[in-house]
């Protein structure tokens, strides 16, 4: 069974500071996506990553797939208020999700 | 212009009653998805159906099932409610043929059961 672990669960941090969040699992996936849910509204697709090694950047969001296409990870540069939100990685053809990173920036 | 759409936003019922909660989809997908996610935020996927195929995860009980009315709609029948079954419920859609299954999501459903 694929399971992907996110990392840190909470994260609370000041504007302007820069932060990653983990998204790691024993499997090996075909590719990764990773989501923003804000609450009382569904999940937005943020980026899909495919090749192992893979980076994609979103404006100051910076998305990498790992070499063995087993973990993702997530930076944040000058973190905004704006970026507050439960984080979300998914994957598989069973179309499994970690159980988010919920992010707070203080302004 | 509502991707994915879903009503009730809010439903509120009794135990023992029987509820359906209706997503449409105007993306042009061909596969819909149903999803419950718990008080702890974690997202589980209920069902995947498309035209052809329904594939249903073996954890979810027989009361609840989908009805697909045409390729741009899939409503989530309840029946026999349960104190358990209060979450948010999700629509959401993907073209098949994408091989990365990326989903669009609908604003959610909160059922609340008493």
């Known amino acids: 069974t694929q399971l992907l672990e996110q990392s840190p669960q909470f994260l609370s941090i000041q504007e302007g500071e820069n932060l990653t969040v983990y998204c790691n699992s024993s499997?090996?996936?075909?590719?990764l996506q990773w989501y923003r849910q804000e609450p009382g509204e569904g999940p937005v697709l943020l980026v899909t990553?495919?090749?192992?090694?893979e980076v994609k950047k979103l404006k100051r969001l910076t998305f990498q797939f790992g070499d063995a296409r087993k973990d993702s990870s997530l930076h944040i540069t000058a973190a905004q208020p704006g970026d507050t939100g439960l984080y979300l990685c998914?994957?598989?053809?069973?179309?499994?999700f970690g159980k988010g990173t919920r992010l707070h920036i203080l302004p | 212009d509502t991707a994915v759409s879903q009503t009730p936003k809010y439903l509120v019922t009794q135990m023992g009653n029987d509820k359906s909660i209706k997503c449409e989809q105007n993306?042009?997908?061909?596969?819909m998805y149903w999803y419950k996610q718990d008080s702890k935020k974690f997202l589980k996927i209920m069902f995947s159906?498309?035209?052809?195929?329904?594939?249903i995860n073996e954890t979810v009980p027989n009361r609840f099932s989908p009805k697909s009315p045409d390729k741009a709609h899939l409503n989530l029948h309840i029946n026999s409610l349960e104190l358990g079954d209060s979450a948010v419920y999700f629509c959401?859609?993907?073209?098949?043929?994408?091989?990365?299954?990326?989903?669009?999501f609908g604003p959610g459903t909160r059922l609340t059961v008493l």
């Open positions: 993306l042009g997908h061909d596969t």
């Open positions: 499997s090996v996936f075909s590719s």
């Open positions: 959401a859609s993907s073209h098949r043929q994408s091989f990365h299954n990326e989903q669009f």
């Open positions: 990553v495919v090749t192992g090694g």
């Open positions: 159906y498309n035209n052809k195929e329904l594939i």
């Open positions: 998914a994957g598989g053809s069973d179309i499994i």
